[in-house]
T-cell receptor
Framework: TQLLEQSPQFLSIQEGENLTVYCNSSSVFSSLQWYRQEPGEGPVLLVTVVTGGEVKKLKRLTFQFGDARKDSSLHITAAQPGDTGLYLCAGAGAGSYQLTFGKGTKLSVIP | NAGVTQTPKFRVLKTGQSMTLLCAQDMNHEYMYWYRQDPGMGLRLIHYSVGEGTTAKGEVPDGYNVSRLKKQNFLLGLESAAPSQTSVYFC?????????FGPGTRLTVT
């Protein structure tokens, strides 16, 4: 069974601060995705990373896939209240399109 | 282009009642999934389908059945609802890795 551990579980920061969220596993994933979920809605895909060491940027969000493809991080620069939400990482094993989800990091950005 | 839609949005059932949740997607995706989301548990896969007419069990399939008679629809059935099935249910579809989620159905079983 592949497990994804996300940390921290909860994060409350002031507007303008930087933060990093981590997603770790002992398993190797062929791809890893990050989703954001707002209350009362379904998760929305932010990014997919597939190559070890890959870095992708989406405005103020930077995503990194570990060299061994077992871990990933999400860094947000100058957080804004609109970044508030539940951030989920999800990994796909080799030859599979099924995803294993982490339990998420609940981020609150206070104005 | 509606993406993934789910009906109903909310439902309250009494223990032992049955119901069917409907998921529809208009992206011509082969893969469809049903998840449940509970506090502290994350998203857990109930059943999934890799194409029309096929279904398979996920991580937590007990108490649920599914059908995929048409490519665009994926139905989740509860034959005899139990309080432990109180949850938020999400349907998703994918062409490859990226999954697109519906807005969810909040189900309460009393």
């Amino acid at each position: 069974t592949q497990l994804l551990e996300q940390s921290p579980q909860f994060l409350s920061i002031q507007e303008g601060e930087n933060l990093t969220v981590y997603c770790n596993s002992s398993s190797v994933f062929s791809s890893l995705q990050w989703y954001r979920q707002e209350p009362g809605e379904g998760p929305v895909l932010l990014v997919t990373v597939v190559t070890g060491g890959e870095v992708k940027k989406l405005k103020r969000l930077t995503f990194q896939f570990g060299d061994a493809r077992k871990d990933s991080s999400l860094h947000i620069t100058a957080a804004q209240p609109g970044d508030t939400g539940l951030y989920l990482c999800a990994g796909a094993g080799a030859g599979s399109y099924q995803l294993t989800f982490g339990k998420g990091t609940k981020l609150s950005v206070i104005p | 282009n509606a993406g993934v839609t789910q009906t109903p949005k909310f439902r309250v059932l009494k223990t032992g009642q049955s119901m069917t949740l409907l998921c529809a997607q208009d992206m011509n995706h082969e893969y469809m999934y049903w998840y449940r989301q509970d506090p502290g548990m994350g998203l857990r896969l109930i059943h999934y389908s890799v194409g029309e007419g096929t279904t398979a069990k996920g991580e937590v399939p007990d108490g649920y059945n599914v059908s995929r008679l048409k490519k665009q629809n994926f139905l989740l059935g509860l034959e005899s609802a139990a309080p432990s099935q109180t949850s938020v249910y999400f349907c998703a579809s994918s062409g490859r890795y990226e999954q697109y989620f519906g807005p969810g159905t909040r189900l309460t079983v009393t």
